[in-house]
Nanobody
Framework: QVQLVESGGGLVQAGGSLRLSCAASGSTFSINAMGWYRQAPGKQRELVAGFSSGDSTNYADSVKGRFTISRDNAKNTVYLQMNSLKPEDTAVYYC????????????WGQGTQVTVSS
């Protein structure tokens, strides 16, 4: 089992910045990939940024050049630095941890609200 706790959301004006944190606990040694997803009202949850094998990262086209995912392995924490925020970035942001095996398992944090005002 993996537990994820997010923090760092809030209200910010367009052009501003926020940093989200996701602290993992439990069977962290089993985690194969971690990332951030978001879900806006009436829309499907989408990948924002993630780590896959090794230090490989990937980003949604809409956030490339503005968002940066990073991690501190000693703290089992993943961060999402969000700069130049836009109103369309408004969503609930979720941290995800994935374990591959016979059956893929996904773990989710509780979500943190990010609201960008115009």
């Amino acid at each position: 089992q993996v537990q994820l706790v997010e923090s760092g959301g809030g209200l910010v004006q367009a052009g501003g910045s926020l940093r989200l944190s996701c602290a993992a606990s439990g069977s962290t040694f089993s985690i194969n990939a971690m990332g951030w997803y978001r879900q806006a009202p009436g829309k499907q949850r989408e990948l924002v940024a993630g780590f896959s094998s090794g230090d490989s990262t990937n980003y949604a086209d809409s956030v490339k050049g503005r968002f940066t995912i990073s991690r501190d392995n000693a703290k089992n924490t993943v961060y999402l630095q969000m700069n130049s925020l836009k109103p369309e970035d408004t969503a609930v942001y979720y941290c995800n941890a994935r374990i591959y095996g016979v059956v893929r398992r996904d773990y989710w944090g509780q979500g943190t609200q990010v609201t960008v005002s115009s």
